[in-house]
T-cell receptor, first 114, second 111 residues
């Protein structure tokens, strides 16, 4: 059974703080993804990675960066948090190679920036 | 890049009725179309998917249809039950790219 975990379910930070969101998967998946979920906007892709140390920008990468030093771990970094980054953040992973592989999601981190 | 539009944003049906959610996509190269269900407070989970070489796929009470010419696909839920109440997301993908999701449909099944 695939397990994708995220470091926090709820997080409250101050404007300007540096924020780290961690995601770990235990199924040796090549691909990992970070989305943010906002009401009425669905899930929007921030960044994804298809291999260690590889990353690609998604649709809304501004204000975010990522790090993938190990295959099982994908970190999302908010260099200087702003109130418009208050959102639900979802991590996901999938096998690489074939295009039809299911994406498995983590439980999400609800981030509030004050 | 890909753009996926989803309608309606909310849908209320009586228990036992059918529900239909529709999505359109923009990239004719997209070849994989999954549907995810997200219950309140939980993570999205895959419920059914379809590939571009198939026109229809069914799994018990849920079915998905794909019209490649018109670039739209739909989710059909028959004999709805209260436990079907959730937010449903369609998505599309081309090649190795990440999924592009629709904006979601909140389905409410009234007992």
């Amino acid at each position: 059974d695939v397990k994708v975990t995220q470091s926090s379910r709820y997080l409250v930070k101050r404007t300007g703080e540096k924020v780290f969101l961690e995601c770990v998967q235990d199924m040796d998946h090549e691909n990992m993804f970070w989305y943010r979920q906002d009401p009425g906007l669905g899930l929007r892709l921030i960044y994804f990675s298809y291999d260690v140390k590889m990353k690609e920008k998604g649709d809304i990468p501004e204000g975010y960066s990522v790090s993938r030093e190990k295959k099982e771990r994908f970190s999302l970094i908010l260099e200087s948090a702003s109130t418009n980054q208050t959102s639900m953040y979802l991590c996901a992973s999938s096998l690489g190679g074939r295009t039809y592989n299911e994406q498995f999601f983590g439980p999400g981190t609800r981030l509030t920036v004050l | 890049g890909e753009n996926v539009e989803q309608h309606p944003s909310t849908l209320s049906v009586q228990e036992g009725d059918s529900a239909v959610i529709k999505c359109t996509y923009s990239d004719s190269a997209s070849n994989y179309f999954p549907w995810y269900k997200q219950e309140l407070g939980k993570r999205p989970q895959l419920i059914i998917d379809i590939r571009s070489n198939v026109g229809e796929k069914k799994d018990q009470r849920i079915a998905v249809t794909l019209n490649k010419t018109a670039k739209h696909f739909s989710l059909h839920i028959t004999e709805t039950q209260p436990e079907d109440s959730a937010v449903y997301f369609c998505a599309a993908r081309e090649g190795r790219r990440a999924l592009t999701f629709g904006s979601g449909t909140r389905l409410q099944v009234q007992p």
